[in-house]
């Protein structure tokens, strides 16, 4: 049974940073090309960030320049940079692995909040 579990969410304030953790129990990690997903109350889940299996990275439009995808792969680890949080950043984030045969995996999520 694969596990994604993330880590990370808080309460943050307009303009601070946080580091979403996510840790995959896949054998082969390096494997997997992994998303970062968000979804607000009331709205579709959207993408946020993308890191492909040989390390290319693509953001959301809303994101970019502000946050930073990177992997982690014999630790089985990826992560999400977010600096300059603003209200609208506010949802809780999912981590999504996506393999070679076309299995996909998604953590839990995590909440994160930015207000002052």
């Known amino acids: 049974q694969v596990q994604l579990v993330e880590s990370g969410g808080g309460l943050v304030q307009p303009g601070g940073s946080l580091r979403l953790s996510c840790a995959a129990s896949?054998?082969?990690?390096?494997?997997?090309?992994m998303d970062w997903y968000r979804q607000a109350p009331g709205k579709q889940r959207e993408l946020v960030a993308t890191?492909?299996?040989?390390?290319?990275?693509d953001y959301a439009d809303s994101v970019k320049g502000r946050f930073t995808i990177s992997r982690v792969n014999p630790n089985k680890r990826g992560f999400l940079q977010m600096n300059n949080l603003k209200p609208e950043d506010t949802a809780a984030y999912y981590c999504?692995?996506?393999?070679?045969?076309?299995?996909?995996?998604w953590g839990q999520g995590t909440q994160v909040t930015v207000s002052s």
């Open positions: 890191i492909l299996r040989n390390g290319t990275t």
């Open positions: 999504k692995l996506w393999g070679i045969d076309d299995e996909i995996y």
């Open positions: 896949v054998t082969f990690f390096s494997f997997y090309i």
